[in-house]
């Protein structure tokens, strides 16, 4: 043995010194997000591998104590239509602790055979072909080869073969007459290609998600931290339902759901540190202005005052629009097309694409270079010949003005409304996106809309004279409004409907992280939900209602009328419930039985059984069907059961539906998510 | 008869010098004898010991063998770049900025602002490409025109001198080049059996 330990004293400390060794040392251990290849010189302390714009973040897993056992984390996922992006916190059992929190850098693949870290997971997914995949080229950190192809690298393969790429599952999960268990993407996709369903979309990003994070975080379990996802205000019951079932099918049973213009109020509090007190007072209206890459998401959050207490509770939200930052750089594309379609050039599919592409970032500088007035756009030749067969045009800012803030912020009166023609009969076929691109219509409606959404609270005091609810602060969230003309733009339109009601400025809100807001907002609402700092009230910004026949004789060739009998009311808080005990329906065993679902997030006075004859369509919206199977279990099939409705908030923040029997209290799940089952 | 003949049954009947001369040889002798046994019953004893002995001079001499080496020249040792993270660069410049197609082209026969055009190509790919995979920041501060002073013991990587080089320092001069210089060091990682020399796949539209 003696003879052993000579030999290897000296040897050790050799090998050490070796680059290549210590390189392969680390190979077993969580990767650093950011590779780092033998930095060239010393990393000053003040810069660490920081990517640019970020200066603010602290780089992941380098700085976690992934080692420490029974460590625990506040996690929130931004779910987003077209990212995803992850922020965490530390759980201290300190009281004091300072909330600090970081965005994990997810790996990922960026093309076949790289994978790379990135703070932002595309929410794409790619069904490739067998014959485009090398043997190992699709393998993670934590995989030899993913179930599906998410992230960046299924954006770039899907550019190039769109008829395979998955995107906007999250716009489908809330589109009303498709049955989002079915498999339906990618929509335009030849036979051949096996399509996944909206769900197993949300479900593969939120499996790379949470790989991403156990890969990184051996020793706490995505399962067992304090995790929030958020979804859209305007998603209804069946998407946030669907999204929390995704989460669960990844074994997230733990999962809360939070709005995404709520979280972006969240983090607003928790970045400016108290301060936030300072900046709204009691009587305040803060309207929450969302714009992301595919969807405009409106809420208004009111402050009122109790026992001295600013309150914050969310009086309404917005109607589901599709129409975002993507919109925008099509808009653009297509402008620039037309221009060169006048010149008599041709432009194939991939060069829209291409020029797209480019507008994206044109835009970007011009609103960014002040003194920058047009930018030479380039579409390259496919070929490897560069120069000659390249396309090159040029984006003015005359032109970004007139299509962007023209066309999507134009100047209208808070009278105006979106203009809807009736659609040619494709509707089931795609999204359905907004026919208005201007989002200062859609806000005018809105506003118009919820004029009466804060009578309940004596705080806030709208003038007798106002045609539309008066905000009084303003917040951004979404990346399209960094540019400060569009947002300069949005807060001009505003603020002259008040001025035409008398009514003083409303004032943009400072400190708001348009980027990463969401999920920042999501990681502290796990903080929040401790009891450690203001929570925003709200419960349910709808009212629900199901359709039954009405008694009265029957007409012929005229279908039975219609009534909607309340279940649930508008504001229902999380983890109550609300019985509809006086009307009863006879269901029988066996059969399922459907009923016409509606919801209103305008009636914030109806209670339960509450019965309208008569609504307009501004009133209410029709969701689809909602089922209800009485499965036998022990009872006979054809045997007719008295029950009635409850409707419950779960602590999770979805709506469950559930049909009672008053004589044995049996029980039945009512599924919302039987979508297009005609 | 005056034979002799060897009686055995005789016995020495006197002690006389002759006898007591021979018992006392055989009795030195007979010690002799015994200590070489036990001599030889030691030795054997210390057979382990002897074989540690003669291991620890075998170590000695590897250390010496050392400490010779020690004060004559190191062999110089070239550091030897993997041709990999090489490859790897040029397939992102190509892949952000069309690199390699650019440099490939014959460029005599187009106009400059045909080359123009791709050069914005090219320009715009690869500073994105740069941006994403590496941190740069000039060497040195200040403006490039200035007068810096450089003190005793400065770092010759990092700053170079030029011109008229005479005596010693601190050296004053005018900053030509800011330098440039790479923080950190972002390279994809690549999977198992990734062909980095295939800087772009061949690309078949269906």
Redesign the interface.
């Known amino acids: 043995m003696s003879l052993f330990d000579h030999i290897k004293k000296p040897k050790s400390p050799e090998t050490a010194t070796t680059p290549t060794t210590s390189a392969f040392a680390n190979m077993g251990k969580p990767a650093e997000p950011i590779a780092a290849t033998e930095p060239v010189k010393p990393v000053p302390a003040s810069a660490p591998f920081t990517p640019i714009g970020w200066e603010t973040e602290k780089v992941t897993a380098t700085n976690t104590p992934d080692n420490a056992t029974g460590q625990h984390f506040f996690v929130g996922i931004d779910l987003g239509t077209t990212h995803c992006v992850l922020s965490y916190a530390v759980a201290s059992d300190d009281e004091d602790a300072e909330f600090s929190q970081q965005v994990m850098a997810i790996p990922q693949l960026t093309s076949l055979g790289m994978v790379e870290d990135k703070y932002q997971l595309p929410s794409f997914l790619y069904q490739a072909h067998e014959v485009e995949i090398a043997e190992g080229a699709t393998a993670l950190p934590w995989t030899h080869k993913p179930a599906y192809l998410v992230g960046e690298v299924a954006r770039t393969l899907g550019s190039k073969t769109p008829i395979r790429l998955v995107s906007s599952a999250k716009s489908w999960l809330c589109h009303a007459g498709v049955d989002c268990k079915a498999p339906i993407l990618p929509a335009d996709a030849p036979e051949e290609i096996e399509r996944v369903s909206p769900f197993q979309a949300t479900t593969a990003y939120l499996q790379h998600i949470r790989d991403a994070w156990e890969y990184q975080h051996p020793n706490a379990p995505l399962s067992e931290q304090e995790l929030v996802i958020t979804v859209p205000a305007s998603f209804d019951p069946a998407a946030r339902e669907l999204t929390v079932e995704a989460a669960r099918a990844v074994g997230l049973h733990q999962a809360i759901l939070l709005e995404e213009p709520q979280a972006a109020v969240y983090s607003w509090i928790e970045k400016s540190h108290g301060e936030w007190r300072k900046q709204a007072k009691c009587g305040d209206v803060i309207l929450v202005i969302d714009v992301g890459g595919g969807t405009t998401d409106l809420s208004l959050i009111a402050v009122t005052e109790q026992n001295g207490n600013l309150e914050l509770t969310r009086v309404a939200i917005g109607d589901h629009i599709l129409l975002g930052g993507d919109n925008m750089d099509l808009a653009l594309a297509y402008t620039v097309k037309a221009k060169l379609e006048k010149d008599g050039k041709r432009l194939e599919p991939w060069k829209i694409q291409a020029l797209t592409h480019g507008c994206r970032d044109a835009k970007e500088k011009i609103f960014t270079q002040a003194d920058v007035d047009n930018i030479p756009l380039v579409v390259a030749n496919r070929g490897s010949s560069l120069i000659g067969g390249t396309l090159r045009t040029e984006l003015t800012r005359a032109e970004v003005n007139r299509v962007l803030v023209e066309g999507f912020f134009p100047k209208v009166a808070a009278s105006d409304r979106p203009v809807t023609r009736t659609r040619a009969g494709l509707r089931t076929a795609g999204l359905p996106y907004a026919q208005d691109a201007g989002i200062t219509r859609h806000l005018a409606a809105f506003l118009a809309k919820q004029q009466h959404a804060t009578e309940d609270l004596k705080d806030v005091n709208l003038p007798e004279h106002a045609t539309f609810l008066h905000p009084t602060a303003v917040l951004f969230n979404g990346g399209v409004l960094k540019a400060d003309a569009l947002a300069n733009r949005l807060m001009e339109v505003l603020n002259s409907w008040l001025q035409s009601e008398q009514a003083p400025e409303a004032r943009l809100l400072a400190g708001a992280d348009l980027d990463l807001a969401v999920a920042r907002g999501a990681a502290y609402y796990g903080f929040v939900r401790q009891g450690k700092g203001v929570r925003i009230k709200g419960g349910t910004a709808a009212a629900y209602y199901v359709g039954i026949e009405s008694a009265m004789p029957a007409i012929p060739g005229l279908p039975p009328e219609i009534e909607a009998l309340c279940i649930a009311p508008f504001g229902m808080e999380e983890g109550t419930q609300k019985e509809l005990p006086d009307d009863e329906f006879g269901l029988v065993i066996g059969e399922p039985v459907r009923f016409r679902f509606f919801a209103s997030n305008t009636r914030r006075e109806d209670i339960v059984g509450t019965r309208l004859d008569y609504w307009t369509d501004d009133e209410l919206s029709e969701l689809d069907e909602i089922e209800i199977t009485l499965a036998e279990d022990g009872r006979r099939a054809g045997e007719v059961v008295p029950v009635h409705l409850r409707a419950a908030v779960t602590e999770v923040g979805t709506l469950e539906l559930h049909a009672v029997s008053q004589k044995d209290d049996g029980q039945w799940k009512i599924e919302f998510d039987v979508r297009a089952g005609e | 008869m005056n034979t002799y003949t060897i009686d055995l049954s005789l016995q020495p009947t006197t002690f006389d010098l002759w006898h007591i001369c021979l018992a006392g040889t055989v009795a030195v002798l007979a010690l002799t004898l015994i200590i070489v046994l036990i001599g030889m019953v030691m030795s054997l004893r210390r057979k382990p010991e002897t074989i540690t002995i003669t291991?620890e001079p075998i170590?000695k001499i590897v250390e010496v063998e050392k400490i010779v080496q020690a004060p004559t020249p190191e062999p110089v040792v070239l550091k030897e770049s993997t041709p990999d993270?090489a490859l790897q660069l040029l397939g992102l410049l190509q892949?952000e900025a069309?690199f390699i197609?650019?440099i490939?082209?014959d460029?005599a026969a187009?106009s400059d602002a045909?080359?123009g055009?791709?050069a914005?190509?090219?320009h715009?790919g690869c500073s994105k490409a740069i941006?994403?995979h590496f941190?740069l920041?000039p060497v040195r501060s200040e403006a490039e025109g200035n007068k810096i002073t450089l003190q005793q013991g400065f770092d010759a990587t990092?700053v170079r001198l030029t011109g008229n080089i005479v005596g010693k320092a601190p050296f004053t001069g005018s900053l030509i080049h800011k330098g440039w210089?790479?923080?950190?060091?972002?390279?994809?990682?690549?999977?198992?059996?990734?062909n980095a020399a295939i800087l772009a796949a061949a690309?078949v539209e269906l």
Do not use: C, H, M, N
């Open positions: 291991a170590v993270a892949k069309r197609d650019f490939e082209e460029i187009y045909d080359i055009i791709a914005r190509v090219v715009e941006k994403e941190t920041a990092t210089q790479v923080t950190s060091v972002r390279l994809p990682k690549l999977t198992q059996g990734y690309e």
